[in-house]
Each structure stands twice: as structure tokens, then as C-alpha cells.
């Protein structure tokens, strides 16, 4: 309980930070777990790349979405919401990495955390917008992940 309310609070207040640098401090703050700078993907994986999937969605036949991830922390995001719209969104700007690694955060222009990927070997998963996994029990629900191409 006491680590989901302190969770909570580091997320209220990173929706808050207005640089990238405050956010980066406010989620080491908050992140407990033992990290091991040496194995993470982040530093292990080859992780840059163009990442392709179609995503459940709530009002539209599902969302085809393209990540790049560019070695120099810029990414592309596009959101095409099938049956719904003719134009994907795009979106273009910095990510950031979460403490231990494994977690991609896609900032805006307004440096809000809007969508959160953890990586895997070649994959990324979609997470929840408070950067839980979505689980089918047995974890990473293949139904939120991208491949790489």
C-alpha cells in the first residue's frame, strides 16, 4: 500500500515537472528496486529501431501504431486508430529512460509523460499510462506488443 500511494504521488507530481531533467529526478526518486547498471536494455538490448503493431482499442477496430527509436533519444510515434480515422497522429520528440533501464518514457513538447514502452528483446510492450504492464495473468499481455522490424 505505502508503495503504490508513494508511486502515485511520484506520478502526480511528474505530470507536473516541466523539464526532462525533473522528471528523469523525480522517477529515480521513486524507483526502490536494486539496479544493475551493467544489465538492462538500455545498455544490453539493440534497442533502436522501428517497432510495428496493432494495439486493442476501446472505440475503434484497433491502433496500428509505429515506434522509431533513435539512438540519440528522439523517437516517432504514429497512431493510426483504425476504422475510426484516415490520418495516423504523429508525434516527434525525446524520450527518456526510467532508472533501472528497461522502461522508455515519450515526452511531448510539454514534457509530459504520455506514453511509457518497456523493452525487450526485439519487442516493446505498451504500458498502462501509470507505467504498469497490461497482464493476461501470466504477464505481458502479446496482445500491447510491438515488434521489431
Known sequence: MKKSLL???SII???SCKTTEEAKSVIAKSETE???PAHNSQNSLDWAGI???VVPCDDCDGMDITLTLRDDENYRLEILYV??????IIEDYVFTWNIRGDIVMLTNREYDIFEQFQVVENAVYLLVH???EVSDGDGFN???????Q
Open 51 to 53: 517497432y510495428k503493431g
Open 142 to 148: 502479446q496482445a500491447f506488443r510491438l515488434i521489431k
Open 83 to 88: 476504422g475510426k480515422v484516415d490520418e495516423p
Open 34 to 36: 536494486e539496479v544493475d
Open 7 to 9: 508511486m502515485f504521488l
Open 130 to 132: 501509470n507505467g504498469e
Open 13 to 15: 507530481l511528474l505530470i
